[in-house]
């Protein structure tokens, strides 16, 4: 009978295992999601504009076509471009409140600093 009961208990301790093994590769899987979404997230966002922003040029409608550009940030842009005379370089984002190197990064390919404002909701 113990052995019978051994056996019985080596059974349940693989299945454990197995249990364990899909649990654990369940917590990964789903610890990767978060990460997937927000990428999903800001490109879907980068995607909804087409067109460029003259950092120069563009009011602050147009500077809020620009990805994670609200209204405060549109007027923050505004006033660093007035007291700077306008922008020579679109690095000098970063000196306006709220822009990093990261924010940076992602609004460079809708910037410019000369030519027409030619961003577009899509």
Same mark, same amino acid.
């Given at each position: 009978? *113990?052995? $019978?009961? =051994? ?8 299945? &454990?295992? @197995?249990?364990?093994?899909? &649990?654990?590769?369940?917590? +990964?899987?789903?610890? &990767? ?12 966002? =980068?995607? @909804?504009?087409?067109? +460029?922003?003259?950092?120069? !040029?563009?009011?602050?409608? *147009?500077? *809020?076509?620009?990805?994670?550009? %609200?209204? $405060? ?7 660093? @471009? $007035?007291? /700077? %005379? ?9 000196? +306006? /409140?709220?822009? %990093? ?12 600093? /000369?030519?027409?404002? !030619?961003? /577009? @909701?899509?």
């Amino acid at each position: 009978m *113990q052995s $019978k009961n =051994a056996a019985h208990r080596l059974g349940r301790s693989g299945a &454990t295992r @197995r249990a364990a093994a899909l &649990t654990a590769a369940l917590v +990964v899987a789903l610890a &990767t999601i978060p990460t997937v979404t927000f990428a999903a997230d800001s490109t879907t966002h =980068a995607a @909804r504009m087409t067109g +460029v922003v003259n950092l120069n !040029t563009a009011d602050l409608e *147009q500077l *809020q076509l620009l990805p994670g550009v %609200g209204e $405060k940030r549109a007027a923050a842009i505004l006033e660093v @471009r $007035k007291s /700077k %005379g306008g922008f020579k370089a679109v690095e000098e984002l970063v000196e +306006v /409140k709220g822009v %990093g190197d990261k924010m940076l990064e992602r609004l460079r390919p809708h910037l410019a600093l /000369k030519g027409k404002t !030619t961003a /577009k @909701r899509l």
